[in-house]
């Protein structure tokens, strides 16, 4: 690693270690980099600054159900296997948790976010997405299907370059 100028850096005096270089799996607002938040929280003191941080993971068979939405299921435990990963941030007093499901027989994994304020301050949900996708920076083609009833399926492909976020590109 080496010193970067202009970049943000997590802990003073330390120019070698910052989130804009690495990886994340689930990127919060105001964690000293530039990627787009996966969720944002604004806070009564007008704060939007969290930091969730690993607390346990547990994994077993079957897919939890999501009351109220659309979702993935099995008929039996046994046709998939979920994982658990529990973040908590101890300052706003709140939880998330990522669930990951692979099923067994298809090519599929189904991802959901659970969030739970712990505390007694109220906290407004600004911004959750379930999937924070943070790839390579290289070229990329992003096909979806567009369209509405009875034409569901015209298919499109946009060049996907690395400072777009999910929305921006299904408003191409």
Same mark, same amino acid.
């Given at each position: 690693?080496? +010193?970067? %100028?202009?970049?943000?850096?997590?802990?003073?005096?330390?120019? @070698?270690?910052?989130?804009? +270089?690495?990886? *994340?799996?689930?990127?919060?607002?105001?964690? /000293?980099?530039?990627?787009?938040?996966?969720? !944002?929280?604004? *806070?009564?003191?007008?704060?939007?600054?969290? =930091?969730?941080? @690993?607390?346990? +993971?547990?994994?077993? =068979?079957?897919? %939890?159900?999501?009351?109220?939405?659309?979702? /993935?299921? /099995?008929?039996?435990? $046994? !046709?998939?296997?979920?994982? !658990?990963?529990?973040?908590?941030?101890?300052?706003?007093?709140?939880?998330?948790?990522?669930?990951?499901?692979?099923? $067994?027989?298809?090519?599929?994994?189904?991802?959901?976010?659970?969030?739970? =304020?712990?505390?007694?301050?109220?906290?407004?949900?600004?911004?959750?997405?379930?999937?924070?996708?943070?790839? %390579?920076?290289?070229?990329?083609?992003?096909? +979806?299907?567009?369209?509405?009833?009875?034409?569901?399926? %015209?298919?499109?492909? $946009? $060049?996907? !370059?690395?400072?777009?976020?999910?929305?921006?590109?299904?408003?191409?």
């Amino acid at each position: 690693m080496k +010193h970067r %100028p202009m970049i943000s850096y997590v802990y003073e005096g330390d120019l @070698y270690f910052s989130m804009d +270089h690495i990886k *994340q799996e689930y990127p919060v607002y105001g964690a /000293t980099d530039f990627k787009y938040p996966a969720i !944002e929280i604004l *806070q009564e003191n007008g704060s939007r600054i969290t =930091n969730f941080e @690993y607390v346990s +993971h547990k994994i077993y =068979n079957g897919k %939890p159900k999501l009351s109220g939405l659309p979702a /993935t299921y /099995t008929e039996k435990d $046994n !046709e998939a296997s979920t994982l !658990e990963i529990l973040l908590r941030d101890n300052l706003i007093n709140s939880e998330i948790t990522l669930l990951y499901t692979i099923f $067994n027989d298809y090519d599929a994994i189904a991802r959901s976010v659970k969030i739970e =304020n712990k505390g007694n301050q109220n906290l407004d949900l600004t911004r959750i997405m379930s999937l924070s996708l943070d790839l %390579p920076d290289y070229d990329y083609e992003f096909m +979806h299907l567009s369209g509405a009833w009875a034409r569901e399926r %015209p298919v499109l492909i $946009n $060049n996907w !370059e690395a400072t777009l976020s999910w929305p921006e590109l299904l408003q191409m």
